[in-house]
């Protein structure tokens, strides 16, 4: 499969951003769909995931700020990203988990900037 994402780009302080995530290709069934982040001189951390249940998991730092949802379109994930502070500035990843026939595969997309300052 190929991840494409969109949505990054500058915030203000107290701002909003929607990520958008696509999988496409060869899919037979997603387990499930997840942003990450990668912040310069850090290691790359899980900010949510969403089960294919409709259930979701946060990262501590991001509850109540950001939610992760589907999106209408087939195998696309969107993350909604309000409240922004200068510590959620990072390179964001989507990454899929997911099945081609009985093969279990993982996916990640080439990374969207978010940068959010003053």
């Known amino acids: 499969a190929q991840l494409v994402e969109?949505?990054?780009?500058?915030?203000?302080?107290?701002?909003?951003?929607?990520l958008s995530?696509?999988?496409?290709?060869t899919i037979t069934g997603i387990y499930s769909m997840a942003w990450y982040r990668q912040a310069p001189g850090q290691t790359r951390e899980?900010?949510?995931?969403?089960?294919?249940n409709r259930t979701a998991t946060y990262a501590d730092s991001v509850k109540g700020r950001f939610t992760i949802s589907r999106a209408n379109a087939q195998n696309s994930v969107n993350l909604q990203m309000n409240g922004l502070k200068p510590e959620d500035t990072a390179?964001?990843?989507?990454?899929a988990d997911y099945l081609v026939n009985y093969d279990r595969r993982d996916a990640w997309g080439p990374g969207t900037q978010v940068t959010v300052s003053s």
Do not use: D, E, K, P
């Open 6 to 18: 969109s949505g990054g780009g500058f915030a203000q302080i107290g701002g909003s951003l929607r």
């Open 21 to 25: 995530c696509a999988a496409t290709g």
């Open 46 to 52: 899980l900010v949510a995931r969403l089960f294919t």
């Open 91 to 95: 390179v964001y990843f989507c990454n």
